[in-house]
């Protein structure tokens, strides 16, 4: 911000030096971080609280001590032990899970503009102390209770702490004036949680966190929502199916058992080995990994997940709906034409001496900005204005600033009215849409043919234009309207914004996976067509205004939407109105926002993506995502991940049913062909042990596929499985359990021992394990193509698995607990070539398809 702006009513911002950053650092340090009471972190003691409440911990246990009861204490102690397995397992991945979402909740706090050391900054809100002073803007959440020590036609929602809906107005304190109770107009004083509805304010914090009129309240306000998704009330019927079958089975077993070997222990300790082997308890953890993490991944993108939900949408967006300042373009504007009496001027970056008649026009320009601009535009016209015109006549240090009328829907234009100390009149300076200028200077038909020449003019250059104008009143009270003073036209200014670099690649990428873009801005049609032609926009010759949106019925809009991909001259009220219409026919629409007026739509949109640089917190807390870098690219970004999320889900799902299927059946079949036991307890756990990881750990960090973004958006109401992909899962599980099964009874009719035909039998059940790892890792690559695919977790787990399993094959002491023998090469070459095969007709399957679809072309909007 440059230093030379002017004093506003006696108030200059600039001479505020604010904090330093050592002393912030300090308060932070001493006080801690300004955020309320939350609940408390869970800690190792209530996390093992919760394992002891699991089903799979209470069967570890009744294993246990069955087999003390029948005299086994070998057996006992090895199921106790692995209790302390499952128990440090469990932590890590909580503590794992809860790291993410306690980064997503501190990314996502409401944000502080503020000054520290004479420097404007935005940080997170918590990062906000006592004596830093802040800077509030219409559309602001106030982050501290705070003091102003500056204000202009500052009005705060305090309904929130007082109940009372009706926005109260505020006046201009001192700094050491000590905060009161929130309630009634004309007091000084700002509070945490509440919203500025109007306005612009300075304020000195007072106090923060637990110690705010909030914090006594003890409401604990989180940004972040959990709650559950469509796939998580999917699988909830799932598990619950899975479970009543699988616990009526172990009755069964059980009674069973009990009735045919005359051994109600053994009977029991059977019931037992099938409920572990039939119960579903990996499918809530994979669920809470898979969208924490999800989530948490994103953030390291610059896309901050709000809302958990929003994770699984991402992947069936099939439209974004996108506003060109400042996601597609950079946002950051330079003054480059004005034109004034209809000669245009090119400025450029180099010095020039400016000529005398664009001082005018400049000096109402920065009358008509805020007096310390975050906006892009106003900053502009304030650094080029102040850095020719210092030290003229034309920067009005000693003006008061008297009111202010701000922009509305039905008049694009915005004015600032002055009283000079040398004058007794009211100045007022206006800028705003060209045409809204036009309306208040009431030009008459001429000159608005002109006006219309110019502005073509400028924006086929893709600049974006805006119009000046200055107006004086001598009567003692203010008009109700903008439209009651009679203003002078003084001229156009036409700022620059360059794309951003990626987009017309992001663009193209957005086409290949069927997903169509849709510009909408408030810029002229020809600004809009030149800069959709400069992104490869489609259908970049068709346009509707806001003027031709506001004619059109919601069946006529519809219509025309389908084939429409840019809307200029459009006010955020009327974005609801094209969200609506696309979501009408059946699109799944992402929409980018930043004004509180935009908050409507974002709620309406499937996703709703707010700006986290320039944004509103209103436009924030409207939103399921925060673009943290304002950038289209990352918007992009986000729907590939959340597609990877979706896909890997779905893999992880597919494996755990998948291996379920041969676990449970090994557990069932002995009890009803009268056999002993193929697996005992100890043998479900160390399966276990490989499938819980693997299922949380390697398919949450496995990499998108190559052609992710070469695939149409799924439906959002698609399940995760389908009648094919269930199908699929059952089979592998199937084949797996027809191959072990006859391992098993080979040996058996061979006159192999039951020990022998036991180990032969979980060996080859390990490898078809891992095989199937492998294979689900892609259900169109196979797993030679995907070896080369980096996944360290992968070969840390395969590589645990076969020292494990060598550890119970050749250690004597684990080798008796799981009544094993040891096996001879050639015995772990059939149990290896047999897991293989069980597994190498679904490879077949996936070459079948790869070659169907090799030459199917890519889909696009």
């Known amino acids: 911000m440059d230093k030379k702006t002017g004093v506003i009513d006696g108030f200059d911002i600039h001479s505020i030096v604010g904090l330093s950053e050592d002393e912030a650092a300090l308060r932070l340090k001493r006080d801690g971080y300004n955020e309320l009471p939350a609940s408390k972190r869970r800690g190792i003691f209530n996390i093992v609280f919760e394992v002891f409440r699991e089903p799979m911990f209470l069967l570890l246990i009744a294993g246990g001590t069955i087999y003390l009861v029948i005299g086994d204490t070998q057996e006992a102690l090895m199921l106790l032990g692995f209790v302390f397995v499952v128990?440090?397992?469990?932590?890590?991945?909580?503590?794992?899970?809860?790291?993410?979402?306690?980064?997503?909740?501190?990314?996502?706090?409401?944000?502080?503009?503020?000054?520290?050391?004479?420097?404007?900054?935005?940080?997170?809100?918590?990062?906000?102390?006592?004596?830093?002073?802040?800077?509030?803007?219409?559309?602001?959440?106030?982050?501290?209770?705070?003091v102003l020590i500056y204000c202009i036609s500052l009005s705060v929602d305090e309904s929130l702490l007082t109940g009372e809906s009706i926005p109260v107005t505020k006046i201009t304190g001192r700094e050491d004036m000590e905060m009161s109770r929130p309630g009634g107009d004309a007091q000084p004083f700002v509070y945490s949680g509440t919203l500025v509805v109007k306005g612009f304010g300075v304020a000195v914090v007072k106090k923060a966190g637990a110690d705010t009129e909030m914090g006594l309240i003890g409401n604990a306000l989180l940004s972040i929502e959990y709650e559950q998704t469509i796939l998580q009330r999917e699988m909830g019927r799932i598990v619950r199916t899975i479970a009543v079958i699988g616990l009526s089975l172990c009755v069964i077993v059980a009674v069973v058992h009990g009735a045919m070997q005359k051994d109600w222990l053994n009977g029991l300790l059977a019931g037992i080995t099938l409920a572990m082997a039939i119960l579903p308890e990996e499918f809530p953890v994979v669920f809470t990994i898979f969208l924490a993490i999800g989530a948490w991944r994103m953030s390291k993108k610059n896309v901050l997940t709000r809302r958990v939900t929003s994770v699984e949408t991402l992947g069936a967006a099939s439209v974004l709906c996108v506003d060109k300042t400042g996601t597609i373009t950079l946002n950051r504007m330079t003054v480059s034409k004005i034109i004034v009496d209809g000669h245009v001027y090119d400025i450029g970056d180099t010095a020039f001496p400016i000529e005398e008649t664009l001082h005018e026009v400049?000096?109402?320009?920065?009358?008509?900005?805020?007096?310390?601009?975050?906006?892009p535009m106003e900053k502009a016209i304030s650094d080029i204005g102040l850095n020719k015109l210092s030290g003229t006549e034309h920067i009005h240090s000693n003006w008061t600033l008297v009111q202010e009328y701000p922009l509305s829907e039905n008049l694009l234009a915005m004015s600032r009215v002055y009283k000079s100390p040398d004058n007794d009149s009211f100045i007022i300076a206006a800028k705003g849409a060209p045409e809204a200028i036009a309306d208040i200077c009431h030009l008459d038909k001429e000159q608005q043919l002109q006006l219309s020449r110019n502005i073509d003019l400028m924006a086929r250059d893709g600049l974006r234009v805006i119009g000046v104008a200055k107006s004086e009143f001598e009567e003692s009270s203010l008009p109700q309207e903008q439209h009651d003073f009679r203003f002078q036209f003084l001229g156009l200014i036409g700022l620059s914004d360059p794309?951003?670099?990626?987009?017309?690649?992001?663009?193209?990428?957005?086409?290949?996976?069927?997903?169509?873009?849709v510009m909408i801005t408030g810029d002229y049609s020809i600004t809009a067509q030149k800069i959709a032609q400069q992104i490869?926009?489609?259908?970049?010759?068709?346009?509707?205004?806001?003027?031709?949106?506001?004619?059109?019925?919601?069946?006529?809009?519809?219509?025309?939407?389908?084939?429409?991909?840019?809307?200029?001259?459009?006010?955020p009220e009327q974005k609801l109105r094209i969200i609506n219409a696309l979501k009408a026919n059946g699109e799944v629409v992402a929409m980018t926002g930043d004004g509180v007026n935009d908050a409507p739509a974002l709620k309406s949109a499937h996703i709703g993506i707010a700006m986290g640089g320039r944004g509103t917190d209103v436009a924030r807390e409207a939103s399921d995502i925060v673009l943290l870098d304002d950038d289209f690219s990352s918007i992009v970004q986000a729907v590939r991940m959340g597609r990877r999320i979706f896909a890997n889900?779905?893999?992880?799902?597919?494996?755990?049913?998948?291996?379920?299927?041969?676990?449970?059946?090994?557990?069932?079949?002995?009890?009803?062909?009268?056999?002993?036991?193929?697996?005992?307890?100890?043998?479900?756990?160390?399966?276990?042990?490989?499938?819980?990881?693997?299922?949380?750990?390697?398919?949450?960090?496995?990499?998108?596929?190559?052609?992710?973004?070469?695939?149409?958006?799924?439906?959002?109401?698609?399940?995760?499985?389908?009648?094919?992909?269930?199908?699929?899962?059952?089979?592998?599980?199937?084949?797996?359990?027809?191959?072990?099964?006859?391992?098993?009874?080979?040996?058996?009719?061979?006159?192999?021992?039951?020990?022998?035909?036991?180990?032969?039998?979980?060996?080859?059940?390990?490898?078809?394990?891992?095989?199937?790892?492998?294979?689900?890792?892609?259900?169109?690559?196979?797993?030679?193509?995907?070896?080369?695919?980096?996944?360290?977790?992968?070969?840390?787990?395969?590589?645990g698995t076969v020292l494990f399993l060598g550890l119970v094959l050749y250690v004597p002491v684990l080798r008796e607990l799981f009544h094993f023998c040891t096996l001879h090469v050639g015995d772990l070459v059939v149990c290896l070539a047999l897991g293989i095969i069980s597994i190498l007709w679904f490879e077949g399957v996936k070459v079948v398809k790869k070659n169907r679809n090799r030459y199917a072309a890519p889909h696009h909007p």
């Not at 803007?137 to 501290?144: L, T």
């Not at 900005?369 to 906006?375: G, L, R, T, V």
């Not at 509707?544 to 459009?570: M, P, W």
């Not at 193929?678 to 819980?692: G, K, N, Q, S």
Request: aromatic share 8%; glycine share 4%.
């Open 649 to 799: 889900l779905k893999k992880a799902i597919s494996y755990i049913i998948a291996i379920h299927v041969p676990i449970a059946g090994i557990s069932l079949l002995p009890v009803f062909f009268n056999w002993n036991l193929i697996l005992l307890p100890v043998h479900i756990v160390f399966l276990e042990l490989i499938i819980d990881p693997a299922c949380s750990i390697v398919f949450e960090v496995e990499p998108e596929e190559a052609d992710v973004m070469n695939k149409p958006p799924r439906q959002l109401k698609e399940p995760l499985f389908n009648k094919a992909t269930l199908t699929y899962s059952i089979m592998q599980g199937f084949v797996v359990l027809l191959v072990v099964m006859m391992v098993y009874t080979a040996a058996r009719y061979l006159n192999f021992g039951e020990t022998d035909a036991r180990t032969l039998g979980f060996t080859t059940l390990i490898v078809a394990n891992m095989c199937l790892i492998l294979t689900n890792r892609s259900w169109s690559q196979t797993i030679l193509s995907t070896l080369n695919c980096k996944n360290s977790a992968l070969w840390w787990i395969l590589s």
């Open 499 to 517: 794309v951003r670099n990626g987009v017309k690649d992001a663009i193209k990428e957005c086409y290949d996976a069927g997903i169509r873009v």
């Open 536 to 571: 490869g926009l489609a259908s970049s010759d068709q346009i509707i205004t806001g003027e031709q949106l506001s004619s059109l019925n919601d069946l006529e809009l519809q219509n025309r939407i389908k084939t429409v991909n840019i809307f200029a001259r459009v006010v």
């Open 87 to 146: 128990i440090n397992i469990t932590i890590y991945q909580e503590r794992k899970t809860e790291h993410a979402l306690e980064a997503l909740r501190d990314l996502s706090s409401p944000r502080a503009l503020l000054i520290r050391n004479r420097e404007h900054k935005r940080i997170p809100g918590r990062e906000v102390v006592r004596g830093d002073t802040i800077i509030l803007s219409e559309g602001d959440r106030v982050v501290a209770d705070s």
């Open 362 to 375: 400049l000096e109402f320009g920065i009358l008509a900005s805020q007096m310390a601009p975050f906006d």
